[in-house]
């Protein structure tokens, strides 16, 4: 089924639109044999495998770039087929928490201009297993304030800690606490084999849950000029930096209320003032226990760049051309956090310990 400027245009609204029966029959079990028939790779998330189009469904896909671009004001150019998502399968089992991506953040350094294409290529119910969105609309209802915060951005997660609702923007290092947890103002589009669902990946959203089958391929629409602009930005450099000390905070939130305090001591430590932060002991014991947290921070850190940068020189060995430019360069500005984190974070714990 063709798209219509209406539906397109939901996206300014709800930050997501659905476009039904885009593919028929045929072409979803010929992606579903071209997922079956792939070997798994292994992101640091979930097992992974690419999203294998074929020929008229790609073309269908790239002809509603100019369309998209008109209805939402944004000129996209390119569009790049990347990966397929599953739910109970024999080699994947996804389920996401709420969040607004990072990888394609760091890449692209916005997301002003990026959407993505999720065509359904194997369901068993559609009641289940879709992806649920907080709307921008919902959104604006809670706090006018926040569209305006995670609009283009990325690398930004929510989680309940002790019994609140926190946003953690982990590309500022701020946190802070929302007045209602998603689940409550979550809208899940019920979608069924050859339904296409495109969506800002800036929008929260979340898997609705994994209790049946389902697999989904994925494309991004993006303009290659400003992706091209920001790599040969200096900003770019923060980009490439920041997902190591990322890692340490997204452990923090999946490891629970004690790692996730740890996390906030380590802001203290860095002279982050916090308000959900508990109140350090004084003099001596507020030494030690800095210095002691500070000590494990540092071969946390150290320990989770040392994987991170491992598994980019290994995602370079496979790639060719532009992108592995592009990826060495990534590779080179980790090697740089990884020699730097450490002495960088001792200083600090030094500093926190001769402080008070």
């Not at 709800?14 to 992606?31: S, Y």
């Not at 604006?140 to 923007?169: H, I, T, Y």
């Not at 669902?197 to 629409?221: C, E, S, Y």
Request: net charge positive.
């Amino acid at each position: 089924m063709a798209a219509s400027s209406e539906t397109l245009s939901e996206i300014n609204k709800h930050g997501f639109c659905v476009v039904r029966r885009f593919c028929n029959a045929d072409e979803a079990r010929q992606m579903e044999e071209s997922y079956r028939q792939q070997f798994v790779q292994h992101d640091k998330n979930y097992t992974i495998k690419r999203s294998v189009f074929p020929a008229d469904v790609l073309q269908r896909l790239n002809g509603l770039l100019p369309e998209l671009s008109k209805a939402t004001s944004c000129d996209f150019t390119d569009l790049d087929p990347t990966f397929a998502y599953a739910t109970k399968q024999p080699d994947a089992d996804l389920n996401l928490g709420w969040h607004c991506d990072s990888g394609s953040f760091y890449d692209f350094g916005s997301h002003d201009t990026f959407l993505n294409f999720y065509v359904i290529v194997q369901k068993s119910d559609p009641q289940h297993s879709n992806l649920s969105f907080v709307s921008w609309d919902t959104l604006r209802e809670l706090d006018p304030a926040l569209p305006s915060k995670l609009k283009g951005g990325g690398s930004v997660n929510f989680n309940e800690c002790a019994g609140q609702f926190l946003m953690d923007d982990t590309f500022g290092d701020t946190a802070r606490v929302l007045p209602k947890h998603f689940d409550k103002l979550a809208t899940t589009p019920h979608l069924d084999v050859g339904d296409l669902l495109i969506f800002g990946v800036d929008v929260p959203h979340k898997t609705q849950d994994n209790h049946t089958a389902r697999i989904a391929f994925t494309a991004k629409a993006h303009n290659k000029a400003r992706r091209h602009a920001h790599l040969a930005s200096a900003a770019y450099l923060k980009h490439c930096l920041q997902p190591s000390s990322e890692m340490l905070r997204m452990s923090a939130n999946k490891y629970g209320p004690w790692l996730f305090a740890q996390k906030h001591f380590a802001r203290v430590a860095h002279g982050v003032s916090c308000n959900l932060m508990l109140p350090m002991p004084r003099g001596a014991i507020r030494n030690v226990i800095v210095g002691a947290l500070s000590a494990l921070l540092i071969a946390v850190q150290l320990a989770m760049s040392s994987l991170f940068l491992a598994r980019r020189f290994a995602i370079v060995a496979s790639v060719k051309g532009w992108d592995r430019i592009m990826l060495w360069r990534m590779c080179s500005a980790s090697a740089v956090s990884l020699a730097s984190a450490g002495v960088l974070t001792l200083g600090v714990a030094a500093l926190a310990r001769a402080v008070g």
